[in-house]
T-cell receptor, first 112, second 111 residues
């Protein structure tokens, strides 16, 4: 079983809807949590970076971390066709900060 | 800043040949990472450096892969000899201790 589980999708939503993405993990030592967006044939782009538990908001994006449930979420409000991409969660421990564990990625399609 | 710069963008080579991938990190970033991405395995960490020193290379097949960082602004990943199973997109990323910035990747095809 992988340390980080993420549903590969695809997840199709109409423009303007809220996109809800999540990952579960098994390693309780994970402290750093990130979300990346990857367009086709491009490198991953950092969207959100959080430490430990709690919520973080940046524009249309909200990241949540629930360490008690080993569950992280990313919400995209007022979704746009330009949000169509693959979204990857990633996490690491304090001792092994550089060994980021990535989820498989969820493909999101926002239809006009 | 131009971001993380990788070259070449595409590489097609024959099995058994040597392949060298290059990376220029963002100036001031003291961490550099090499990842490989395939449909089956997703993103896998091969090796990472901190201040030019290898911190972890446990994900790298050391019989054929080697990574170097001779100075703070340049790193190479070499595969010798290359095999068809090495076909993937190779990403370089750099960081100053927070989130990572990825390059555009090198798409390697070994035939």
């Amino acid at each position: 079983q992988k340390e980080v589980e993420q549903d590969p999708g695809p997840l199709s939503v109409p423009e303007g809807a809220i996109v809800s993405l999540n990952c579960t993990y098994s390693n309780s030592a994970f402290q750093y949590f990130m979300w990346y967006r990857q367009y086709s044939r491009k490198g991953p782009e950092l969207l959100m970076y959080t430490y430990s538990s709690g919520n973080k908001e940046d524009g249309r994006f909200t990241a949540q971390v629930d360490k008690s449930s080993k569950y992280i979420s990313l919400f995209i409000r007022d979704s746009q066709p330009s949000d169509s991409a693959t979204y990857l969660c990633a996490m690491s421990t304090t001792d092994s900060w550089g060994k980021l564990q990535f989820g498989a990625g969820t493909q999101v399609v926002v239809t006009p | 800043d131009a971001g993380v710069i990788q070259s070449p963008r595409h590489e097609v080579t024959e099995m058994g040949q040597e392949v060298t991938l290059r990376c220029k990190p963002i100036s001031g970033h003291d961490y550099l990472f090499w990842y490989r991405q395939t449909m089956m395995q997703g993103l896998e960490l091969l090796v990472y450096f901190n201040n030019k020193a290898v911190m972890d290379d446990s994900g790298m097949p050391k019989d054929r892969f080697s990574a170097k960082m001779p100075n703070a602004s340049f790193s190479t990943l070499k595969i010798q000899p290359s095999e068809p199973r090495d076909s993937a997109v190779y990403f370089c990323a750099s960081s100053s201790g927070g989130g990572y910035t990825f390059g555009s990747g090198t798409r390697l095809t070994v035939v």
